[in-house]
């Protein structure tokens, strides 16, 4: 187990945003750990969504900017089945100790994950044209 947790920290790279004594627990665990997966994650959350854009016949290419920001928000905030399956691959890159602190505060956190996964994607918006399957 402590070779995974090593491994993985290594693999995430250096904290986002500043950590203060201050810092409550949620802005601790977004900055030291859910903003890093994210970052790392990101073309395969690109990807993802894409393809299920295409499996759910969402001609998103064709839509206005503003329109496709709303479709990203619904398409994570409503689809319960998309939102747990990126849920997963954030998850699954917590070490056994970020884990069971997730595990405590998960509603929250889940929030929070979610609303900077949501943001992501939505700053990317023209990116998203670029890629293909």
Do not use: C, H, W
């Not at 402590?2 to 601790?28: A, C, N, P």
């Amino acid at each position: 187990m402590k070779q995974r947790d090593v491994f993985l920290k290594e693999f995430r790279g250096e904290s986002i945003g500043t950590v203060s004594s201050l810092s409550s627990f949620d802005e601790y665990f977004q900055n030291e750990i859910l903003r890093p997966i994210l970052k790392l994650q990101n073309d395969i959350f690109i990807i993802t969504f894409i393809n299920y854009t295409n499996k759910n016949k969402i001609d998103f290419n064709s839509f206005s900017v503003e329109k496709k920001l709303v479709v990203i928000e619904n398409s994570i905030q409503k689809d319960i089945k998309f939102r747990n399956a990126l849920k997963g691959m954030i998850v699954g890159l917590f070490t056994i100790e970020e884990y069971k602190e997730y595990i405590q505060n998960s509603s929250s956190l889940n929030k929070r994950m979610m609303g900077m996964l949501i943001e992501r994607l939505k700053s990317q918006v023209q990116l998203l044209d670029s890629f293909t399957i």
